[in-house]
Each structure stands twice: as structure tokens, then as C-alpha cells.
């Protein structure tokens, strides 16, 4: 759950501070959905993809310096 999450996470997400709780407060389902549906999904998948490829070979590169 959000609410267990140490208060560094969402700080690093760009979660917003609520000043009356002071406490960072995650987006509400609606707020996450209406995102999501404005989203390109080329866009994102192009995003992915290429992320995925500069990434595909990490943990290989990983295990061969220890």
C-alpha cells in the first residue's frame, strides 16, 4: 500500500506534498486512470522498448565483473 511506503519513495516519484498532512500523499485511482487514458501508447511503447533495449544486457554485464 502507498500509506506504508517510506516517505523518500514517493518524494522521488514526484508525488505531491500535502500540506495539511504533511505527508506526501499518492494520486487517487481516478487521478491514476484519466493519466493513464491520456497517455500516447506509441508513444510508450516506443519508451519501453528503448529502455528495454539500452537495458537487456545489465545484469549479464553485472555478473561478468564479480
Do not use: Y
Amino acid at each position: 500500500m502507498a500509506a506504508d511506503l517510506p516517505q523518500s519513495l514517493p518524494a522521488l516519484l514526484g508525488v505531491r506534498w500535502h500540506p495539511v498532512r504533511r505527508r506526501r500523499v499518492a494520486p487517487s485511482a481516478g487521478t491514476l486512470r484519466r493519466a493513464l487514458i491520456a497517455l500516447d501508447a506509441d508513444a510508450l511503447d516506443r519508451a519501453v522498448g528503448a529502455w528495454l533495449r539500452e537495458h537487456a544486457g545489465c545484469d549479464e554485464a553485472a555478473g561478468r565483473s564479480r
